[in-house]
């Protein structure tokens, strides 16, 4: 039997072991908390990651997230017949294609085959300013359903024409005809050679074929049938009253629209001792993998005559089966002449030039060219842009739309830019209201979830070809002068009651939303650090600079100096006036829709107050209007000094800007021009402001604006004028005069003058005399020249940029007819 241990030391130790149990466990449970601690810890770190990736994401991909709510185009494609088919290719002298995504496209080329390159560069097929054409535009177009061009190289005038018939549940027949004739007998006998083609994209659903109907002798096909979804059955035929030298096909496969003139140009074979190159019929390609595509998408006629000679190209729908006969020859004549007619009628109600000056025919014939030539250069386009965001890495697509818009040049700028569309608007509403509200829809309906709209819409292969690689991608950053709201206002005061008409007010209504969006975020992602001011986004100033002044693309004024320095804190007086003047058209718009306009009529009020413009923009120094920003003007492009031992045949370095003196804060009132005269332009200012007085007193002085051309872009004693803004680039807004600002001016001037006041007389005295400076220039130009441009020089009043430029430069048809 063992010993007993005694009590006190048995209670000793069941303490101590309590005490070791309790330690023990405190330390467990401390390792126990802190690794809860620590997987809370972790947990709350992994939800925060992941819920910041999730925001990432999210603002990721906001820059590509349609508007949330109802598309804006309300029917489209088939569901508007009458502008179905259409001259809806600008970037091309003479083409058709439909207003769906995957349309057919058919169009024209032709050569000179006496002079053809080895290369063929010397067929003509794009609009391109390289071809030094006399001349080419439209002659009368109405928009819809026909249209007469002309197209002048060298000695030769080649006349395209086509009219539009209605019937069948495809989008009706067209016909076209192209005449080719010469100036005072220089061309005659000489062989020009056509081409007229048919070509489907490869997302097109349907095919085309050579026409079976093949001539006796030749074997030669005189047409295309074909069939798509769209339109069904359909067949293409050629027609010519004149002798016909030759004619051949090519049927064959292209990858895509934007190499047509390569695939013929490859083909061209057989030459014969007269020049004429023949093509070579059906030829068949192959796939990657060695196997025979399933068929053609592309096919391609040779017609070649002797000069005097015309080709009729008769599209007939299949689903159109009582038509009263082919729209061809005599039966083409009538239908020609009766468009004609009621165009001239139309034109006349509509612009009523005999009532607004004494214009002559020929005056009046011009400006019948000048809104031809806009409603010929509207175009269909179908695509996505490339999108980026400070939230992106890269690039990413925006979502595939279309696009229904009018373009600024055929030859330089074949597709849709949003601050031009604006301008031109105002023209094609006083044409077409409907039209113009279609066009509108349509551009809306390209607004992201944060109501930004790319300003430059790149859409689809074609556009695509026409555009350097650093101009592609859209900054969600930028904007753009938000002018639709001047057309809106514009419309809303000229057609309102038109406005009222049960279907156009619903168009309004879907609008409404959008409208609010897009101003909301121009009012919050352009504001500026002071309240009630705004600042451009997107001027990036580079170290070393190759620029004097960091460009201002998102102004539209691209060159136009603003301050040396880019900051956070600078002020631009131009958009402070487009977000007044955007807020004032939502108000007209909500009260017209019956929503509450108070926000916006205070916003109005607020930003066009006399005292608070004045207050951020007035230099009391030029005694005008200027931005405000970090701004020095010694400034210098030089070539700095070449690394030692650069080898010889190394070129020198760029030249790069170098700061002479300091820049401080400061209004940049060196730069008096079209910038110090937007609270003017947009009409913000009162009718008895003295500061219109200032400005009224400044407009004349030909040593500042004053031309005999027009108002130019930037004062003669700028430091600024005419000079470049880096080596390479020449002058762009720094003196040369522009015809949408010129119309601003003419309309600001109309307008001070209907109001009494004490500034009214010399408002209507300046007005007479400008308008009639611009509208006279711009014609001599067009009958000097055969085009209507970009710009004009300041000193002689010549058209400068490119050409034909018949985007806002029309503007000057409206300045004709007295509508603002």
Not at 12 to 34: A, H, M, S
Not at 64 to 76: C, D, E, L, R, Y
Not at 318 to 335: A, C, I, N
Request: charged share 20%; net charge neutral; hydrophobic share 35%.
């Amino acid at each position: 039997m063992r010993n007993k241990e005694p009590k006190s030391n048995v209670v000793r130790r069941i303490k101590k072991n309590k005490v070791i149990t309790f330690e023990k466990i405190v330390v467990q449970n401390e390792e126990k908390n802190r690794y809860s601690t620590l997987l809370y810890l972790l947990a709350l770190v992994g939800l925060t990651v992941a819920a910041y990736a999730c925001y990432l994401g999210y603002c990721e991909t906001r820059v590509n997230t349609p508007f949330n709510g109802a598309k804006v185009v309300g029917i489209s494609g088939l569901d508007v017949p009458d502008t179905y088919w259409g001259t809806y290719r600008p970037g091309v002298y003479y083409g058709m294609k439909t207003r769906s995504p995957y349309s057919p496209v058919m169009g024209l080329m032709w050569y000179f085959p006496q002079v053809l390159h080895s290369q063929g560069d010397n067929i003509r097929h794009w609009c391109e300013q390289s071809d030094n054409l006399g001349r080419y535009g439209w002659e009368e177009h109405d928009g819809k359903t026909f249209g007469i061009q002309t197209i002048k190289d060298g000695p030769f005038n080649l006349v395209t024409s086509f009219v539009k018939r209605p019937g069948g549940n495809h989008g009706g027949d067209w016909s076209s005809r192209i005449s080719v004739t010469s100036e005072k007998n220089h061309g005659v006998g000489q062989i020009v050679s056509l081409f007229f083609y048919a070509a489907l994209e490869e997302k097109t659903k349907g095919w085309i074929s050579p026409n079976e109907n093949f001539e006796k002798k030749s074997h030669t096909p005189t047409g295309v049938i074909g069939w798509t979804e769209q339109l069904g059955d359909f067949t293409l035929r050629y027609f010519s009253r004149s002798k016909i030298v030759q004619h051949s096909f090519l049927a064959t496969t292209v990858m895509r629209l934007e190499m047509l003139k390569d695939a013929l140009i490859s083909h061209l074979r057989h030459r014969r001792s007269d020049s004429v190159a023949t093509l070579p019929g059906m030829v068949q390609t192959r796939n990657e993998n060695g196997a025979i595509e399933k068929g053609p998408n592309f096919i391609i006629t040779e017609i070649t005559g002797r000069v005097p000679f015309e080709i009729e190209i008769v599209y007939e729908s299949k689903s159109y089966y009582h038509r009263p006969s082919t729209l061809v020859g005599e039966m083409f004549d009538e239908e020609l002449a009766k468009r004609r007619a009621h165009f001239n009628e139309k034109f006349d109600s509509v612009f009523k030039l005999k009532d607004h000056g004494n214009w002559n025919k020929t005056q009046s014939k011009f400006a019948q060219v000048v809104l031809s030539n806009v409603m010929g250069s509207i175009g269909y386009f179908y695509g996505s842009s490339r999108v980026i965001s400070e939230y992106n890495s890269s690039p990413v697509p925006y979502w595939k739309a279309p696009l229904f818009t009018a373009v600024p040049s055929r030859s330089f700028f074949p597709r849709g830019f949003l601050w031009d569309e604006g301008f031109h608007g105002l023209l094609i509403s006083t044409w077409d209201l409907d039209m113009e509200l279609d066009i509108m829809c349509h551009w809306f309906d390209l607004m992201n979830v944060m109501g930004w709209i790319p300003r430059e819409q790149i859409l689809g292969t074609e556009a695509l070809a026409k555009v350097p690689e650093e101009f592609v991608v859209q900054n969600a950053a930028i904007a753009n002068p938000p002018t639709f709201f001047l057309t809106i206002q514009y419309i809303l005061s000229n057609f309102g009651e038109d406005m009222i008409d049960p279907k156009r007010l619903a168009v309004l209504e879907r609008l409404y939303p959008r409208f609010r969006a897009w101003f909301n975020w121009l009012n919050t992602t352009q504001a500026g650090e002071l309240p009630g001011t705004y600042m451009w986004r997107g001027r990036v100033l580079l170290e070393p600079s190759p620029e004097i002044n960091p460009k201002t693309l998102a102004s539209g004024l691209d060159d136009y100096p603003r301050s040396s320095h880019p900051t956070s804190s600078e002020r631009h007086v131009d958009l402070l006036c487009w977000i007044a003047l955007g807020a004032a058209a939502l108000a007209e718009v909500a009260e017209l829709i019956s929503a509450d306009s108070t926000k916006y009529k205070r916003t109005f009020e607020m930003l066009s107050d006399d005292g608070h413009i004045a207050s951020r923009h007035w230099s009391d120094v030029s005694e005008s209007f200027a931005d405000f920003g970090l701004h020095t003007d010694s400034l210098t492009l030089k070539r700095p000094p070449r690394k030692p031992n650069t080898p010889p045949h190394v070129p020198p370095p760029g030249m790069v800007r170098f700061v002479l003196e300091a820049p401080h804060y400061r209004y940049v009132d060196s730069a008096f021009g079209y910038v110090s005269l937007f609270p003017f332009f947009l009409q913000l200012l009162e009718k008895d402001s003295e500061l219109l007085g200032i400005i009224l007193s400044k407009l004349e002085r030909k040593d500042l604006l004053w031309t005999d051309y027009g108002l130019r872009s930037l004062s003669t004693t700028s430091p600024y004028y005419m000079k470049h803004n880096t080596e390479h680039d020449p002058p762009y807004w720094r003196g040369q005069i522009w015809i949408n600002i010129n119309y601003l001016a003419v309309r600001a001037l109309h307008h001070y003058g209907t109001l009494p006041g004490p500034y009214s007389e010399k408002s209507k005295a300046v007005y007479e005399r400008l308008r009639l400076n611009v509208v006279n220039n711009v014609m001599k130009q067009y009958q000097k020249t055969g085009y209507i441009w970009e710009q004009y020089n300041d000193r002689t009043g010549a058209g400068m940029g490119s050409r034909p430029f018949t985007g806002w430069s029309s503007l000057v048809v409206l300045m004709m007819a007295e509508l603002y």
